[in-house]
C-alpha cells in the first residue's frame, strides 16, 4: 500500500492541509493518509501552542468525512503517569523529548506491512529547512517526498534546500532556477515529487489572529472545526 503521513503542528489543521493531502492522495495513489500532529515539534519550540489534545480533536473534526485520513496518535506525548494537563500551554510538555520525524516514520513502518511505500507530505516552506532536521539523509532513504510548492519557488530551491550529501552539484542546478517547482526530481538517495501551487492560502496563524480577533473562521476552516476553536475558547 502507499501511505502517506503528513505531519505538523495543525494549530489548528486547515483547508490548506486538507487540500495539501488530497491532491497527494489523488496523484499518488495514496491508500490512507496518517495527519500526525507533533506533541513537540523540534522546529517551533519558542513557539506557544495550543495543547496536543485539542490540535488532535480538531484533526479528528476535520478528517471525520475522509475514510482514508487518519487522526494520528504517533506524536502522542508519551505516557508518564501524570495526566495531560488541557491547559499546560508549555512548561511540563517542554521537558519531553522533541518529536523527530525519523522516529515517527520508523515506528509507522513498524507496524505496517514490509512492502508499504511510505510518503512524506509538506509544504515547500517546511521543506526548504529540511536539511536542519534530525537525521535528514535516513528520511529521504525511508521515503519519497511530496512537496507543495508555492508561488515563486523554482526547482532550484527545492534541489538546494536538500542535505548537502543529497544536494546535485551547482552546476546542475543552475538551469532549474527558471523551472517552476514541478514534476518529480529523483537523485541518488531521495526522491521528490513535486505538486502544484495548491492555491489555498489558509494559514494557521491567520486563522489564530482572526480567532484572537472575533473573525468569521469560515474561509479557512470547516464548520466542525471551527465551532471546536468558538466552544473551547482556543486562540483568544
Ligand atoms: P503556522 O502558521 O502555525 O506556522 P502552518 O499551517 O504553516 O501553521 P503546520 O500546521 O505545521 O504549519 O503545517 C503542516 C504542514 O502543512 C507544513 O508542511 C506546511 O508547509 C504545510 N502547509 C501549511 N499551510 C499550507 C497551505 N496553505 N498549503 C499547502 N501546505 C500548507
Known amino acids: 500500500m502507499n501511505i502517506g503521513l503528513f505531519g505538523g503542528t495543525f494549530d489548528p489543521v486547515h483547508r490548506g492541509h486538507l487540500a ?29 501552542l495550543s495543547p496536543f489534545v485539542h490540535r488532535f480533536a480538531m484533526l479528528a473534526l476535520a478528517t471525520a468525512e475522509e475514510k482514508t485520513f487518519v487522526p494520528s496518535l504517533l506524536e502522542a506525548p508519551e505516557e508518564s503517569g501524570v495526566p495531560i494537563r488541557i491547559n499546560a500551554r508549555t512548561s511540563k ?21 514490509s ?9 515547500m516552506d517546511a521543506f526548504a529547512e529540511i536539511a536542519k532536521w534530525h537525521q535528514a539523509e535516513a528520511l529521504f532513504r525511508e521515503c519519497e517526498f511530496v512537496v ?14 536538500l542535505p548537502e550529501s543529497l544536494r546535485p552539484r551547482p552546476e546542475v542546478t543552475r538551469p532549474f532556477q527558471k523551472q517552476a517547482a514541478t514534476g518529480d526530481l529523483v537523485l541518488a538517495g531521495a526522491t521528490i515529487h513535486l505538486l502544484a501551487d495548491l492555491r489555498q492560502p ?20 470547516d464548520a466542525p472545526v471551527a465551532e471546536y476553536i468558538r466552544k473551547m475558547g482556543l486562540y483568544k
Open 93 to 113: 510538555d517542554r521537558e519531553e523529548k522533541p518529536n523527530y520525524t525519523i522516529d515517527t516514520v520508523r515506528r509507522l513502518k513498524q507496524s505496517g506491512k
Open 115 to 123: 512492502n508499504d511505500k511510505l510518503f512524506l507530505l509538506i509544504g
Open 20 to 48: 495539501l493531502a488530497r491532491a497527494a492522495q489523488e496523484q499518488y495513489k495514496l491508500h490512507r493518509v496518517h495527519f500526525v500532529p507533533a506533541n513537540i515539534p523540534p522546529h517551533k519550540q519558542r513557539q506557544p
Open 202 to 221: 489558509a494559514s494557521a496563524t491567520a486563522i489564530r489572529q482572526a480567532a484572537a480577533s472575533g473573525k468569521s473562521l469560515g474561509r479557512f476552516v
Open 148 to 161: 507543495a510548492s508555492r508561488p515563486g519557488y523554482s526547482l532550484a530551491d527545492v534541489a538546494n534546500a
